[in-house]
């Protein structure tokens, strides 16, 4: 009986990689094909010729520098995703189709005022920092009409806000009982910690973080992390 579900926790995690993969491919076809019509071959803050990262809440493509920046922002302003290393959802990959650089853009640098200038790809990291925080965190750019009906739906529709947790199935392995069980993981981030919990289904019971370090010293993690 064991066997048999390992097997088939294998199975599953075989087709779920197999179906991110296919959203992957898709995904990098679709940018491929409109990256100069979306304004996708360039960062969306600096302009550095093929960005491999994204911000998927503003529905952006940024380069490797400009995202590090975005992620110091914090999770409130931008939710930064690898466009090779991380996987993707379909709803967020729908979201970046139909937002794109230029899209997003019109809204974000809708009227930049006298003195203020775009970094290009060779200007410091410093300028470019100060560039985004304006831009994002201040709203200095920004299309007001536009920015105070997003937020006006976040404060009227609840479902629409951040999640900034990261939560999903995980299958693991008991340290004890040597089977594959699927367990609900929850990753959440505050301004002074991170913690990990995990229950046996989604919301119930909960374990804390003490025994996931310990299990990870001792057992190994299938991980097929789906964000929600």
């Not at 100069?36 to 998927?56: F, K, L, Q, V």
């Amino acid at each position: 009986k064991e066997e048999i579900t390992n097997t088939d926790a294998n199975k599953e995690i075989i087709d779920q990689n197999k179906k991110q993969d296919d959203l992957r491919e898709q995904f990098n076809t679709f940018i491929i094909e409109n990256a100069i019509s979306m304004g996708n071959n360039i960062c969306a803050d600096c302009n550095t010729p093929e960005p491999r990262w994204a911000s998927i809440n503003i529905g952006i493509f940024v380069c490797i520098e400009c995202s590090g920046i975005h992620r110091s922002l914090g999770v409130h302003i931008s939710q930064v995703r690898s466009l090779d290393l991380d996987r993707w959802n379909s709803e967020t990959i729908e979201f970046m189709k139909s937002t794109g650089n230029k899209r997003a853009n019109e809204i974000w640098e809708w009227q930049i005022p006298q003195g203020f200038t775009k970094p290009n790809p060779n200007d410091s990291r410093q300028t470019k920092e100060d560039w985004i925080k304006k831009k994002y965190a201040e709203k200095l750019f920004a299309n007001p009409e536009i920015i105070s009906k997003e937020n006006a739906q976040l404060k009227s529709d609840p479902k629409k806000k951040v999640n900034p947790n990261k939560e999903g199935y995980l299958t693991k392995c008991g340290f004890n009982v040597k089977s594959w069980k699927r367990r609900w993981f929850v990753l959440r981030a505050t301004q002074k910690y991170i913690e990990l919990l995990y229950y046996r289904n989604k919301g119930v019971s909960k374990f804390n973080f003490k025994s996931i370090f310990k299990s990870i010293f001792k057992s190994i993690f299938r991980i097929q992390l789906l964000l929600v």
